[in-house]
Nanobody, 127 residues
Framework: QVQLVESGGGLVQPGDSLRLSCAAS????????MGWFRQAPGKEREFVATINRSGGLTYYADSVKGRFAISRDNAQNTVYLQMNSLKPEDTAIYYC????????????????????WGQGTQVTVSS
């Protein structure tokens, strides 16, 4: 069993920054890629970013490229999402997830690639 707990969400103004954290337990964290997804009201859950086991390979959705950065600390079993230059359209519940594979596949952006999910943390960007 895997448990993922996200934190760090909140209400911020456009242009502000936030750092989300996702603490994992119950599995060999360093053996699996991790991902961040988000879901806005009335919309499908969408891919945001993913990172491989070592942290040396990352992919981003076009909508966040250049503004968001995913990283991980395997010693702390934690994955992070640094979000800069936030926009109102970034408002969503953000979820972290564990990849079902031990490598980042070509379909890393698909929800089905991920086997465990956290409960999410709300990010609201509003003036």
């Amino acid at each position: 069993q895997v448990q993922l707990v996200e934190s760090g969400g909140g209400l911020v103004q456009p242009g502000d920054s936030l750092r989300l954290s996702c603490a994992a337990s119950g599995r060999a964290f360093s053996n699996y890629p991790m991902g961040w997804f988000r879901q806005a009201p009335g919309k499908e859950r969408e891919f945001v970013a993913t990172i491989n086991r070592s942290g040396g390979l990352t992919y981003y959705a076009d909508s966040v490229k250049g503004r968001f950065a995913i990283s991980r600390d395997n010693a702390q079993n934690t994955v992070y999402l640094q979000m800069n230059s936030l926009k109102p359209e970034d408002t969503a519940i953000y979820y972290c997830a564990v990849n079902r594979r031990t490598y980042v596949s070509a379909t890393y952006y698909e929800k089905d690639e991920y086997s465990y999910w956290g409960q999410g943390t709300q990010v609201t960007v509003s003036s």
